[in-house]
């Protein structure tokens, strides 16, 4: 990841964990908010209209960054941004990344225990290419279930 994207990224965390729950979690008096978040590989420390998603949870070898969001409601969101992917040559410590434009779409949302709500499917469209990557949370497929 680019020095500048790490930087960014822990200043996010850092913001977010000191507002999570004001902005993402239940409300003083217990209901939860109408506004979903979403976390990727920060699953712990979700956020609405984060400006860099990291997919690649064990390396940070694939994430989105410089993400602009057209639209963000209580069931899907949509955006555009770039996607990094590491090449991993000569090896994934010294590979270059990869950079592709691409659309953003945030969907299939579940309320967690903690009466959170969390989009659970990213699907990122390469805007020069056409190819769609689709990811879900392991808990995509519950009804309810206990977000971290």
């Given amino acids: 990841m680019r020095p500048s994207h790490i930087r960014r990224a822990a200043g996010v965390a850092t913001s977010v964990a000191a507002v999570l729950a004001y902005a993402v979690g239940a409300d003083a008096s217990g209901s939860r908010t109408s506004q979903p978040a979403f976390g990727g590989c920060s699953a712990a420390a979700p956020a609405i209209r984060p400006d860099v998603i990291i997919t690649g949870c064990g390396d940070g070898g694939q994430y989105f ?84």
Avoid: H, Q, Y
Wanted: net charge positive.
């Fill in 65 to 148: 960054a410089d993400i602009s969001w057209s639209s963000w409601t209580a069931s899907s969101a949509a955006g555009k941004g770039t996607e990094f992917v590491n090449l991993c040559k000569p090896n994934c410590a010294a590979g270059r990344f990869l950079r592709n434009a691409v659309s953003l779409r945030l969907a299939r949302v579940r309320v967690c225990s903690n009466r959170r709500l969390e989009f659970t499917r990213l699907v990122a469209r390469e805007l020069e290419t056409g190819k769609v990557m689709t990811l879900e949370s392991p808990w995509a497929s519950l009804d309810s279930v206990t977000c971290p």
